[in-house]
């Protein structure tokens, strides 16, 4: 089962982007987790999505339509997505074969205030619904206070790790029941 991991995030010491990455300890048996980058992604455009998809745009799509599940680690950014993410999943929504359609994506959020993400996660919920991705429910995963998590950009904290393990423990099933016969 492959997974895609996608970092909200494109700064290098990306708390997002580390906790993605420790993520690659945790996965269970059966389970393998590859961390693609949209940092070169352009602003979407239409008119240059008609011209011919960019490179990165058609590798993220390609990425996306293979992979069995998509994690997505993602930063607050006043209170919802940021930008380059929702740009990501903007160059992937486009139709034909839009990306996310049926794809089944968990997703968890650190920041350094305490709340974690609360709100980023549900702006992230609605904008994929409406796409027909199915994002796992439960368990949903806060990390807040975030730089205390983490030890020379690694994940230490083993509360926060066993958290991001149950999310994919919970994942493993919700991609398996979540399958489309084709
Ligand atoms: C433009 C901007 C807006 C932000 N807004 C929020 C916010 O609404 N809520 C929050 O908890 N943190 C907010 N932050 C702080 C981020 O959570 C913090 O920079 C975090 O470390 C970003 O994730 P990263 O470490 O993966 O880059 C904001 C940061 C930036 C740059």
Not at 31 to 56: H, K, W, Y
Request: glycine share 8%.
């Amino acid at each position: 089962m492959q997974i895609l991991g996608i970092s909200g995030s494109l700064r290098k010491a990306s708390l997002n982007t580390a906790a993605l990455r420790a993520c690659n300890d945790l996965l269970p048996q059966g389970m393998s987790l590859r961390i693609t980058s949209i940092a070169d992604l352009p602003l979407f455009n239409q008119d240059v999505f008609d011209a011919g998809i960019p490179e990165p745009a058609k590798r993220l799509r390609a990425e996306i339509a293979q992979a069995d599940g998509v994690l997505i680690a993602s930063p607050e950014y006043n209170f919802s997505v940021s930008a380059a993410l929702k740009n990501a999943i903007d160059w992937a929504s486009r139709p034909p074969d839009q990306s996310w359609q049926d794809k089944p994506v968990a997703i968890f959020s650190v920041t350094p205030g305490p709340l974690g993400g609360a709100r980023v996660q549900y702006d992230l919920r609605r904008m994929l619904g409406q796409l027909w991705a199915h994002v796992l429910p439960r368990p949903e995963v806060f990390i807040g206070a975030g730089p205390s998590k983490f030890t020379d950009g690694k994940l230490t904290d083993e509360t926060t790790r066993k958290f991001l393990g149950d999310l994919l423990a919970g994942f493993k099933p919700w991609i398996e029941r979540m399958k489309v016969k084709k």
